[in-house]
């Protein structure tokens, strides 16, 4: 009896250790099975962020610096807004349109803002903002508008059509030699012009020379006038008249700003004045060889679409010029100075 005590009780052992090796290897089993299901968990989170972060990348915040309101450059800034509202859709672009009133400090404090807030790109609409925007950031790109020449802008010297930089853009420069062309057409017994504009503006200088040399080789000489500033206009214009025959305005910001000072001098003088762009022809010119900046900011902005969206290399792409010119008359102008204009001519819109 005392024998199958014991053995009762040997069985019963035996069977609680197989019993717990049993609860042992089951427990196992599920705490492997628990790891690999938070490892995967783990792994698939990023993969969910993924499309999150593609469809951002589809808004962009362009920032735009405009160098003083003036019809042609606000035209291009409008170009601009509008080629990229048909490429990314409207409802992906946003613009900070800032305005450096002709300042230099502004335009500075307004690209330095822009790079803080780094936004996807940078228009430069004219020749300081360019200049300002290109020292402010190596790595955003810019695009300018209304720049006559970029080599001359950012100093490069061995220019061969692209800036190698990350800068890129469109030229506002027409043709000087056609525009040497039409001083004749419309003023053939001229033997002097003066050729007036503001010598903080190297894009202006640069024209001037060009416009000299076109009109050398016609027999005409030219005398350069400049004013540092708004204030020295009215005694450089009067200085000009007393010693030319007519005056020729290249694109130039200072002076498209202050139009009216130069008609004041001019006109009761009956000096007429040939423009290099329509607004300084409305202002007081006679005539002019005239681009649309409206068109050469709308091509701006398909650029910004080839660097944002296409993923174009704004280093290597070409500065683009106005598509087509068209030659255009101040009717009330020329009426006065009894300026015939030939029929192929088109008049400039008075503004309302």
Partial sequence: ??????????????????????????????????????????????????????????????????????????????????????????????????????????????????????????????????????????????????????????????????????????????????????????????????????SAEPNSKYQAELYAEAMKEKNVECKEFTAADSNEIQSVVTSAIEQCDAIYIPTDNTIAANTDIVKNVCLPAKIPVIAGEEGICAGCGVATLSISYYDIGYKAGEMAYDVLENGEDISTMDIEFAPQVTKKYNQEICDELEIAIPDDYEMIEAEE
Wanted: glycine share 6%; hydrophobic share 40%.
């Fill in 1 to 198: 009896m005392k024998l199958k005590k014991i053995t009762a009780l040997l069985m019963a052992a035996l069977l609680t250790l197989s019993m717990t090796a049993c609860g042992s290897s089951d427990s196992g089993s599920s705490s492997s099975s628990e790891g690999t299901e938070n490892t995967t968990a783990a792994t698939e989170e990023p993969e969910s962020e993924e499309p999150a972060e593609s469809g951002d990348a589809d808004s962009y915040t362009i920032g735009i610096c405009q160098m003083l309101e003036h019809p042609a450059l606000d035209a291009a800034t409008e170009g601009f807004q509008d080629a990229c509202k048909d490429k990314f859709g409207e409802d992906n672009v946003d613009f900070d349109v800032q305005n450096a009133q002709g300042e230099q400090a502004m335009c500075s404090t307004i690209v330095n803002n822009f790079v803080s807030a780094d936004v996807d790109l940078m228009l430069a609409n004219a020749t300081l903002p360019l200049q300002t925007a290109a020292q402010a950031t190596a790595d955003i790109p810019i695009l300018g508008t209304s720049i006559t020449d970029y080599a001359t802008a950012l100093e490069i010297s061995d220019w061969t059509g692209a800036t190698g930089i990350n800068v890129s853009g469109t030229s506002d420069l027409a043709p000087i030699d056609e525009q040497a062309d039409m001083t004749l057409e419309l003023l053939p017994d001229v033997k002097t012009v003066g050729i007036l504009y503001c």
